[in-house]
């Protein structure tokens, strides 16, 4: 069996949050990347993505799993500005960087684009090499996603040792 | 036993979303009101007040019960504005009419200073005849509230009776 | 409108766990009862039924509420005898007294058939006069419950200040 | 940085329900096998263990991954017995082999002593090979879980392609 792996598109980001300077996906080349795509206007993206994303940052060790925020705003634009973005941050305690996606030609972002992604809250999952290893829109389970992180950690650890 | 009951403070607000025109306590009177005090971006109004407040709207009927909302900002005014509550109100499908309260000198919006509302979310409870029954900040049980809400109904009842 | 009361059907008890002596309908004439009837092995009694009556006890003072378990067995005898039923308030800390309703002809015990109740958790509701005054199998939510507690209480209360 | 395995100890049972003959650990060899020893009266069981190694159970595939009930009564033995567990598992639709932990000299049973277990419920991870990788008594985070299961299959695919 085997899997045309294709390489994470790249991120298209106006403004980041919680980081010192813009967080690319060469940066994190050698680390898993858990990206948690939502709005912070989306009922799910709070009830649920969030904080799984938030569950991830508190499990795996900071130097081998990333967590990401992207703010992927394709509906009510004049609601979700970076300001009221950075005041839900800071109330909602999100412990790991965020970043705006740049806005493109229509209502949907460049990143969210770039993705194909359907809606949010979406789940992406980046190997240690940079490439695009899964991608969920809506709910994911706690045990589902602590085995695929696991796996790709498994992955990247053989790779080392090769 | 006896309580000295005062008049719930009037309500000072500048715009209503889900509702035809102005939402007064002198309109409701008759009905047990409940107030829910909120800030969108308050995660306890979120996860705990907005969804009791519905399952009040939900359990009582109408013409007994009225529930109304209010946006009672005193953090982030850049983030929380009409405009984002709007948003906000479609994408959590309150059910329900919701006032902005008014600014007045200083953070504390009008209606919050008037109740002295120590924070969000801030439930307040009205009789029939427009008396303040009750103010409760942080969480309340259901089984106590759905108790509260019915005592009062019975008082109502008795007084029309009589 | 009106309402043909009927007073609630006796209880058969054949034993008690953490009361004094006997229960009786008559002894708690004068109070509201909660009646919960529920089986040790039945999965919502013990997710639901049981935690809601737990929440009665813990919201109501005892001299206006009674809330009285009822170990109503109408399936696996073997399995939910009294001696297991023992260990099983004992674990999960029962605050409240529980009788285990006799067995008659048949596998359904004499107070359920008395009740004719379809199933566990059923809870039933007794006013302050002895009257029957609700009966529901499945979850009922707090709201609602509080909601009738409460309009028996203020009836009680009536009736007493008459 | 090297880890001392050993073995995972032998289970001893008196009675197997849900499964055609006994379990043996020698019979899941090549398979990750977790462990949820367990009493049917304990709430933490209940609540919390059974259904997060029924969720391991829906998540993993059953050739890859074992998920074994023990009963490990080491208290009110005289209301756990085989006769109670049958009825627990049919009402809890357990979807596992559950055996009966074999009792033992003094109130804890034979495996349970064997493995050192401090309470219920205790969750085992044993590998591929047979070797006891984990015991934990109380709550798990299902992220934690998962990826710790995702750990031992990797190892498991690593040896096979050796």
């Known amino acids: 069996m085997s899997e045309a792996l294709r390489a994470a598109p790249q991120w298209h980001v106006s403004q980041w949050f919680?980081?010192?300077?813009?967080?690319?996906?060469?940066?994190?080349?050698g680390r898993v990347v858990v990206l948690e795509a939502f709005q912070m206007l989306?009922?799910?993206?709070?009830?649920?993505?969030?904080?799984?994303?938030?569950?991830?940052?508190d499990t795996f060790p900071e130097d081998r799993v990333a967590?990401?925020?992207?703010?992927?705003?394709?509906e009510h634009h004049q609601a979700m500005t970076p300001t009221a973005l950075e005041a839900f941050i800071h109330?909602?305690?999100i412990g790991f960087p965020v970043?705006?996606?740049?806005?493109?030609?229509?209502?949907?972002?460049r990143t969210m684009r770039a993705y194909a992604m359907q809606g949010t809250p979406t789940l992406v999952l980046?190997?240690?090499a940079g490439m695009l290893r899964g991608q969920s829109f809506g709910q994911v389970s706690d045990l589902a996603?602590?085995?695929r992180i696991a796996t790709l950690l498994a992955e990247a650890g053989a790779e080392r040792s090769a």
């Open 145 to 147: 996603l602590g085995a």
């Open 99 to 109: 970043g705006v996606d740049e806005s493109g030609d229509g209502p949907i972002p």
């Open 42 to 57: 989306c009922p799910g993206c709070v009830s649920h993505g969030l904080p799984q994303a938030q569950r991830v940052r």
């Open 126 to 128: 980046i190997d240690a």
């Open 67 to 74: 967590v990401v925020g992207l703010h992927t705003v394709f």
């Open 18 to 29: 919680g980081a010192a300077g813009p967080v690319t996906l060469e940066s994190l080349r």
């Open 91 to 93: 109330e909602y305690r």
